[in-house]
């Protein structure tokens, strides 16, 4: 396998054995949105596309995504595509099941994409796998060998780059950090596991627990709750603090097992990362023992929202990274 | 890199290409014995030759590695060596800090061996990884692409193979799963975090656990608390139970973040696999709940005491595994 920066070294004889540079279109497949875009090889991102994920049959969601693909490409052409999706999907089949889709179960999404695109070749990968890449590539995470790259927001999700390379297993799966258990007394999971860092992390979580326990915000939301802590309300901190403790703990782990250079935190609960960061790095200095545990690095996404779109683009242009 | 069964599938042309086949000498650097042998590349060791660590002074630990290593070579010659050492170790810099070996703080042992041997190449990795290494490659994890192999004893560690190749990290130390954090309020663990897989998985952790509530055994040993289980002693039984329920959670865990095909678990605790198995297998059911996770098969090592030998004879043989 080519590592993708020895690959973007190298672009001359690249240029060379590949002409023309084309964009790739970058589509991403979430529960709320469709959306997509055609991205040049130089990681320049064209117009976006975007409409609501329809609710219907598995033909509806489908129908939906054409449009949006279609008018993505617009008069343009794209070399191939990237799918970023939510999971759990199975890279070997080439389908989804997307949790909050609930009309793709099992949906063969990258050869229905690659028909619609005349054969040409697609990649599909769990969303949190191209977040995490295109961090990499682009983002909070150039310059490491081994990174997680994690959303933190209605789930906790994330993607492994290891060596410089993604490695997201043999289902594609690898890197889901929000379901690994840092409790083991905890809850139970909506996975069917308990103590998953998700059932404490996650922002519905932090919700949950802050009304719970006596929190009266302007609205059931992690927003507000945000809101609430800013202005010194002791649940809402409490909440980030708790928050936060599995996150560092989760981390430790990944660390421990993984040897991680650095994790490159987004999503909706890293934007307050104000009232994230001072708790985790207090969980960090718990949980994390063995020096080379204590060595990693957390830090905010750069991209955020358009890591996803990046990545699976990264991961077209070069297919040996994937 | 080269996958090893491709390169075990072409030998042929390895034998061509790398005329004539030898032996290489493996090592195994533990806290209470030293231990090494030639091993042949078809899997065939030689005689073993071991001593225990003596206590002392840097030079004096090296003293008895150096005759324990020129017994095992006696009138033979070898390749090249490969080192299975007890962590922590810096694979960078070829040092090794033993936590049972005060003597050894940053010793470099990867170039001290290899002067002895005359320059010849001499692979270092973690002790845990080169277990794993040889269960993939002649043991319990032959034919899978994604492995953990596991030492449950005194302490708990862990080695990765993912995609084919070892995975050993920066500094060589990926793969830690004793120290994964399963318990967020749990007890305070020697490397310094808490709640770790080894503060309850261990021998030394059941056996504490045992005698605090309650157990009168023959002796406080992991065999005689297998004994009393054996027997029906309810504590040793639930002792049992307790450490299986950490160390499932901790499979899970790295099940979810690693898409694991197997897990692959030897050393002293898991000689009873009898008394280890079931409760183990209740607590996959538990903290497993992703498809992807729960299709992880754990199974017992086949080569025991012999899979580090083997491991590290193997990445000799195979270094671009390494």
New interface residues.
Partial sequence: ?TDVREAAAATPAAAQSNPPATSVLAVDVGGTKLAAAPVHPDGRVGALVTRPTPAGDAEAVWAALVSVVTEAIGDGEVSGAGIGSAG?LDAVAGTVSPVNIAAWRGFPLRDRLAALLGGRPVVLVNDAVAGAVGEYHYGAGRGV??MLGMVVSTGVG?G?I??GRV???????????G????????DP?P??????VETITSGPAMVRWALRNGWHGAAPTGEALAASARDGDPVALAAFERSA??LG??I???A??????RVVIGGGVARAWDLLEPPLTTSLG????????R?VEIVRSELDGQAGLLGVAALVHDPEMA
Same sequence: chains 1, 2.
Avoid: E, Q
Avoid at 286 to 293: K, M, P, R
């Fill in positions: 396998m759990p060998r081994a994330g492994l290891l060596d490695y997201a297993g043999k289902t594609g799966n690898a890197g889901h950090i379901h690994t258990v840092v409790d083991i007394a905890g999971c996975c069917g596991a308990r103590g998953c403790r599995a703990a989760g430790a782990s990944a421990a097992l993984c040897d991680l250079d718990t949980y994390a023992g063995l020096a080379f545990v060595r």
